[in-house]
């Protein structure tokens, strides 16, 4: 589908007037010519979500070898920041793809998870920060920008020093998005994105943007993590699986008073790990009211808070939920191997996981209302 050009200067001036398809075609080839690439990199909410989702700091090494399918990788995070917060909040972990293998190290538990490399252990890279970062390494990045809905070119602007082309790309049903790109007008490199995928109170955008910094080309490889003395290495696993026996688990709810998992027996049970700074988050506890609106003789939900930078309390109450959720969920995530945010898990009546998934698209949701009416 060919593409409409929406050529919006915010500056009357003539002389600029990029072709978006020639620097997105010509950014696509200069990054297929790279073979490592390292920087920092800043990571945090925009508009109605820069209150919400934290600042994130970190570093990135990213390089390819001939051959293998996938790219090496090493991100760590450094800090997250939180406005008003007594002190900054450290992340000790970090990813990495070797040759071989990949990896998540998690510093706070003294363990490494490590996975062959295959469709299933590419969950590691399931977080925010990496679904932009990958656009160094993946084969032909901006595809999907070429056949965009449309495209709006903003007046060139500085990141981090840098002078930039600036498109606003408009996915319509390609990605169910927008997007803001900042491409180097010298290097036609990416220097900063911004996904655009929730409008808050009177239609306020917010997204998630991420800022590179301290580029450098033609750097080391990165390598495996070395693994100290008293770390545990564990196989890496993704989420429980259908046909497995769901934990048991024994947490407390927003007003202190403790539940067992084993009150929910007897009835389809729809179960969230989310965080409540997250908007795909926030927007799976939405999906789990509708559900037990549609079948509250048959089925309930519950959801359980991880990774909060702060108290989730006063976002939570300004959402309308009519069901159990539980906080400092992390022991319970461990024990369903819930790494990201949303996790969502259809569990029945007897306990048995019927579905699981890092998602909740319109497939998942699909899915999910199929296997409940099958349960009816």
Known sequence: M???ILFILSTPMESYSADPYRVFAQSDSVLSGISSIEY???????GALSNIIPEVQGTTCLGTLTGIRHPLMYHSFTAMIREGVVRDLEVPSSYVASAESVFFVDRNASVIYCADYDTSA?????????????????PNPFADEILADSIAVLFPTESNGVLCHVFHVFYGDACCNEAVWFLGMEDLLPRAVERIEYYGPSSTPGGQ??????????CPLPS??????????L???SLLEP??????FFLADRDGFAKRSSDF?????LLCFFSSWDPSSLSALGFLKSMIGEYPDFMQAAGISILETSDPQFRLNSLSIDFPIFVFGEDAADDYYVHSVPAVFLISGEGTILYSSHSLTDDDETTIRKLVVEQI
């Open 224 to 233: 495996a993590p070395p693994v100290p003395d008293d770390y545990t290495t």
């Open 243 to 248: 046909g497995e026996q769901s934990p048991g």
């Open 265 to 269: 027996g007897g009835k389809t049970l």
């Open 209 to 218: 943007l991420l800022e590179i910094s301290n580029l450098r080309l033609e």
């Open 2 to 4: 060919l593409a409409v």
């Open 40 to 46: 920092n990199f800043t990571f945090s909410g925009t």
């Open 122 to 138: 590419q969950s590691i890279f399931n977080f925010p920060p990496a679904s932009v970062l990958m656009e160094y390494v993946i």
């Open 235 to 237: 196989p890496w696993r």
